[in-house]
T-cell receptor, first 114, second 113 residues
């Protein structure tokens, strides 16, 4: 199948270690953020979201941190598994009149080493 | 199925041909989005529907691109007179409304030769 993210920044982590994927967003008016996982040949899959009135949100093995001061978002994956290997995108929703688009970052490829 | 369904999965078109890409969103989802994803890039917004109304088409790259959702459910993205730079994966997503997660289909990979 086709490959996603041939020239993306790559993060390599050992199986069982924690992973941290970072994202800088562009619009200070953005009030909703989502992390997606995309495997080769598939569409982006929702992982976790966070609204701007929160700094942290936890899911199963994943945590999203939001720093509005520096417009930075991070995704932490605990005990990284081989199935976590994929390209990860952050997306922001700028609440701007007349536009409805979610803006995606360029992505980070996560490689899990056995 | 319960997810967003897109067809065809792959489409090869000769330069100058017209193509039509179909999206079946999740039942009950009001919002529908089309995105274009080039190899090695993040998805780029094309257009947005709320029910049958196309509220944002600011991302459509040219007037060769046209999208419709006549009954507020199934949507079609049409590209006329395809060119090589149109080669990409076209992703459809639906959601319950604004500030809700987008649920994506697996996309249609368009190759223009």
């Amino acid at each position: 199948g086709e490959s996603v993210g041939l020239h993306l920044p790559t993060l390599s982590v050992q199986e069982g270690d924690n992973s941290i994927i970072n994202c800088a967003y562009s619009n200070s008016a953005s009030d909703y953020f989502i992390w997606y996982k995309q495997e080769s040949g598939k569409g982006p899959q929702f992982i976790i979201d966070i609204r701007s009135n929160m700094d942290k949100r936890q899911g199963q093995r994943v945590t999203v941190l939001l720093n509005k001061t520096v417009k930075h978002l991070s995704l932490q994956i605990a005990a990284t598994q081989p199935g976590d290997s994929a390209v990860y995108f952050c997306a922001e929703y700028p609440r701007t009149s007349g536009t409805y688009k979610y803006i995606f970052g360029t992505g980070t490829r996560l490689k899990v080493l056995a | 199925g319960a997810g967003v369904s897109q067809s065809p999965r792959y489409k090869v078109a000769k330069r100058g041909q017209d193509v039509a890409l179909r999206c079946d969103p999740i039942s009950g989802h009001v919002s529908l989005f089309w995105y274009q994803q080039a190899l090695g890039q993040g998805p780029e917004f094309l257009t947005y529907f709320q029910n049958e109304a196309q509220l944002d088409k600011s991302g459509l790259p040219s007037d060769r691109f046209f999208a419709e959702r006549p009954e507020g459910s199934v949507s079609t993205l049409k590209i006329q007179r395809t060119q090589q730079e149109d080669s990409a994966v076209y992703l459809c997503a639906s959601s319950l409304g604004s500030n809700s997660p987008l649920h994506f289909g697996n996309g249609t990979r368009l190759t223009v030769t």
